[in-house]
Nanobody, 124 residues
Framework: QVQLAESGGGLVQAGGSLRLSCAAS????????MGWFRQAPGKAREFAAA????????YYRDSVKGRFTISRDNAKNTVYLQLNSLKSEDTAVYYC?????????????????WGQGTQVTVSS
C-alpha cells in the first residue's frame, strides 16, 4: 500500500549533522501519521519523532528535543528528519514508519509500514 525508503545516513563526528529522507511510494503519505524510530545493536527499537498527517504537530523523545526536527512534504511524498548536534548515543539504524491511527504515535507496535532503515554512526 505504501512503501518507504530511507536515505541520508552516514558517518559523522559528534556535533555534526545529517538529513535523513524517507521517500514514499504507492500511496500518498497524507493518509498517514509518519514517524522515525531508531535501533542500536542489541537494543529495542525506540521512538525518535513523529508528525501528524497535516504536519501541524510534531513529537519527539526528550533526548532529541532541540536537536532533531521532523518535517514532511506531502506534495513530494517525503518525510525528513534533520539531525543536528549529533552525539555518539544517537548511533543507530533509523527507520521511517507510517500508521493510520491517531493515537500511540510513539508506540512502535502501532506502525504498519516500515522502511529498511539507514545507518547513522556518530563518532566521538
Amino acid at each position: 500500500q505504501v512503501q518507504l525508503a530511507e536515505s541520508g545516513g552516514g558517518l559523522v563526528q559528534a556535533g555534526g549533522s545529517l538529513r535523513l529522507s524517507c521517500a514514499a511510494s504507492g500511496r500518498s503519505i497524507s493518509s498517514y501519521v509518519m514517524g522515525w524510530f531508531r535501533q542500536a545493536p542489541g537494543k529495542a527499537r525506540e521512538f525518535a519523532a513523529a508528525i501528524t498527517r497535516s504536519g501541524s504537530n510534531t513529537y519527539y523523545r526528550d533526548s532529541v528535543k532541540g536537536r532533531f526536527t521532523i518535517s514532511r512534504d506531502n506534495a513530494k511524498n517525503t518525510v525528513y528528519l534533520q539531525l543536528n548536534s549529533l552525539k555518539s548515543e544517537d548511533t543507530a539504524v533509523y527507520y521511517c514508519a507510517a500508521h493510520n491511527r491517531p493515537l500511540g504515535l510513539g508506540d512502535v507496535s502501532q506502525y504498519d509500514y516500515w522502511g529498511q532503515g539507514t545507518q547513522v554512526t556518530v563518532s566521538s
